[in-house]
């Protein structure tokens, strides 16, 4: 049994139908990874975790008042905009999003670099993605969490005991979370759907 065995849905689970990405099975995916964080074992994580799901309950919150406009995450977006005023849910939407890009960025350059300690694969992802997201207060908390994350060895014997199973799961599930973050960035970028959030 492994890690990505217990997740209710993968990113690579998620339905696309015309590349529009299910809501529904997106937040399944994305309550999946958060528990990753566990795995890394520090209580520094635990920003990142309190964000992420903050997040994940803005989309669910929206999706349930009104799953039929918004069963997809382009539909909620533009129902949004359509409705005016605050927009909660593509605020929380785009955070996600980017804490979502953080852990692919971190966990590809995992795969790429097998003999990279953990520390540094996110170290480097934040300086990609999250840290101009981020003001003077913000970076000290994230970069003391790149810091405090375990070993590589001791994580992937988190992830499971069949090494051989646990990094072909997890290239399909990088994979599969590259992807939606592709179209969800492209999306938010179409319509300049995150200005201003």
Not at 127 to 142: D, S
Not at 159 to 175: M, P, R, S
Request: charged share 25%.
């Amino acid at each position: 049994m492994t890690f990505f065995d217990d997740m209710k849905t993968t990113f690579k689970d998620i339905p696309r139908p015309d590349n529009e990405i299910a809501t529904l099975e997106f937040l399944e995916a994305s309550e999946s990874l958060v528990k990753l964080f566990d795995l890394l074992g520090s209580a520094s994580f635990s920003v990142v975790q309190n964000d992420m799901n903050g997040n994940i309950a803005k989309v669910s919150t929206k999706f349930l008042g009104d799953p039929v406009n918004c069963s997809t995450l382009q539909k909620l977006i533009l129902t949004e905009v359509r409705e005016g005023g605050k927009k909660t849910a593509t605020q929380g939407l785009l955070w996600l999003v980017r804490g979502l890009q953080f852990t692919a960025v971190a966990m590809r350059k995992c795969i790429d670099n097998p003999d990279g300690e953990l520390s540094k694969c996110f170290e480097k992802s934040y300086g990609e993605t999250l840290t101009k997201y981020h003001n003077m207060l913000i970076r000290p908390i994230f970069k003391l969490a790149m810091k405090a994350c375990p070993y590589r060895k001791d994580f992937f014997e988190k992830l499971g005991n069949d090494l051989n199973k646990v990094n072909e799961q997890l290239v399909a599930w990088v994979e599969g979370l590259e992807e939606v973050v592709d179209i969800i960035m492209k999306f938010f970028d179409s319509g300049n759907y995150g200005k201003g959030l």
